[in-house]
């Protein structure tokens, strides 16, 4: 592993140890040659998945690029990143277990929706603005007025 203070090629590990939510590996590691401490993590990779944007293109999937999304939808939320990373390697999990190996875009901002649904609902608004490009005000009206409609019924959007 590479040192990313020094670019260094000779790091050790000094202390590994599953994460909290036991999907990866936490490895400390230390540069032989400036002495410079840090993290990484190792996690299981099923397959290789393909992205089927809505254009057509095909990109490889990026786990990073989700958690990125779901932390934006989160940003100045009180949700703990456990449930956040929990969240994100849930989702990973579902789409590497479909045992398909090209996905489609909507499918994947459907499950984010679900996931952020359950953890908190501002987040899963905001998501859902972006994801199902929210023009006018009213988009939010309409939005909120059918996620109160399933809530009073008990009843998914």
Request: proline letters at 2%; hydrophobic letters at 35%; a neutral charge.
């Amino acid at each position: 592993m590479r040192c990313p203070f020094c670019s260094c090629d000779d790091t050790q590990v000094k202390d590994s140890r599953p994460s909290e939510d036991n999907t990866s590996i936490r490895r400390r590691r230390v540069c032989a040659d400036c002495g410079g401490r840090f993290t990484t993590f190792e996690r299981i990779q099923l397959r290789d998945l393909i992205v089927v944007k809505k254009s057509g293109r095909r990109v490889a999937f990026d786990r990073d690029k989700l958690a990125r999304s779901v932390e934006v939808a989160l940003r100045k939320r009180p949700v703990d990143s456990t449930r956040v990373e929990r969240l994100v390697s849930g989702i990973v999990r579902r789409l590497e277990s479909s045992g398909e190996q090209e996905i489609e875009a909507e499918v994947i901002g459907q499950t984010i929706m679900e996931g952020l649904k359950g953890l908190d609902e501002v987040a899963y608004v905001r998501f859902a603005s972006v994801y199902q490009d929210f023009t006018v005000a009213s988009d939010f009206t309409n939005f909120l007025g059918a996620l109160t409609d399933t809530q009073d019924t008990g009843d998914d959007v």
